[in-house]
Nanobody
């Protein structure tokens, strides 16, 4: 198992930026995929961005060109840089880790974008 702790959420005006961090309790270099999901009120949780152990990335169409996922294996951390934020980006953002041995979620961090 791996414990994940998110930080960096908050309230920001539309057009602003936030950087989310996800700290893992163990080394992440060999975790198959780590990603960020979000859940808006009344909606299902959706994938925002994912990064594989090899560094490949994938993004939801709605955030392409605005968000950037990265990781620092030495710090056991994954990041989500969010730029040009829109009110529709509002939600609870969750860090996720997937391997053959676990499927772990963080507790989430709230992101609120005001118009």
């Amino acid at each position: 198992q791996v414990q994940l702790v998110e930080s960096g959420g908050g309230l920001v005006q539309a057009g602003g930026s936030l950087r989310l961090s996800c700290a893992a309790s163990r080394t992440i270099f060999n975790i198959d995929a780590m990603g960020w999901y979000r859940q808006a009120p009344g909606k299902q949780r959706e994938l925002v961005a994912v990064i594989t152990s090899g560094g490949s990335t994938n993004y939801a169409d709605s955030v392409k060109g605005r968000f950037d996922i990265s990781k620092d294996n030495a710090k056991n951390s994954v990041y989500l840089q969010m730029n040009s934020l829109k009110p529709e980006d509002t939600g609870v953002y969750y860090c996720h880790a997937l391997s053959d041995y676990f499927n772990s979620w963080g507790q989430g961090t709230q992101v609120t974008v005001s118009s």
